[in-house]
């Protein structure tokens, strides 16, 4: 089994659509989760980051952590032709520990029509 | 707003030559790091850097790569002979607090020929 799962779609939505991306996970030693958007050929922006199981929203974005079923999600409400992006889940075990590194999924990509 | 900065954005070199990748990490930041993304894959880890030494790094990771930060803001990726298979973005990332929030840069597309 893959440490990090992710359907890489493409997802097409029309605009307005309440979108939802997920991503499971195997190892259950990550208790950091982060959600970012890559647009082709640039860097990954960070857009949600998480600590532990729960839900966090920010405008437009939720995202949510549910570590015993090892599955986390990123919704998007009301979304937007701008949010036409890849959309990648990352985790990681460590913070003052040695596992410092993000354990990526291999990104959504979502596009939203006008 | 802060960011990470990488030059150059696009690298060609020649297989067998050594490249240097280039990063100037968020100030405030403790915890550097380099990723790469082969086109169509993963974003994959390579070397985490902390207190001026490397505290994690993947079995891409080997004799051929190294960093260094050489002096207060600079984080470079050293590449000693380069082989077609190393073509890929590479990323470099900054954050305050090891693995947490990790802010990645815009990337160096190196191309080897």
């Known amino acids: 089994q893959k440490e990090v799962e992710q359907d890489p779609g493409p997802l097409s939505v029309p605009e307005g659509a309440i979108v939802s991306l997920n991503c499971t996970y195997s190892?259950?030693?990550?208790?950091?989760f982060m959600w970012y958007r890559q647009y082709s050929r640039k860097g990954p922006e960070l857009l949600m980051y998480t600590y532990s199981s729960g839900n966090k929203e920010d405008g437009r974005f939720t995202a949510q952590v549910d570590k015993s079923s090892k599955y986390i999600s990123l919704f998007i409400r009301d979304s937007q032709p701008s949010d036409s992006a890849t959309y990648l889940c990352?985790?990681?075990?460590?913070?003052?520990?040695?596992?410092?590194?993000?354990?990526f999924g291999k990104g959504t990509l979502l596009t939203v029509n006008p | 707003e802060p960011e990470v900065t990488q030059t150059p954005s696009h690298q060609v070199t020649q297989m067998g030559q050594e490249v240097i990748l280039r990063c100037v990490p968020i100030s405030n930041h403790l915890y550097f790091y380099w990723y790469r993304q082969i086109l169509g894959q993963k974003v994959e880890f390579l070397v985490s850097?902390?207190?001026?030494?490397?505290?994690?790094k993947s079995e891409i990771f080997d004799d051929q790569f190294s960093v260094e930060r050489p002096d207060g803001s600079n984080f470079t990726l050293k590449i000693r002979s380069t082989k077609l298979e190393d073509s890929a973005m590479y990323f470099c990332?900054?954050?305050?607090?090891?693995?947490?929030?990790?802010?990645f840069g815009q990337g160096t597309r190196l191309t080897v020929v």
């Open positions: 190892n259950s030693a990550f208790q950091y």
């Open positions: 850097f902390y207190n001026n030494e490397i505290s994690e």
């Open positions: 990352a985790m990681s075990a460590g913070s003052g520990g040695s596992n410092y590194k993000l354990t």
């Open positions: 990332a900054s954050s305050e607090v090891g693995g947490t929030e990790a802010f």
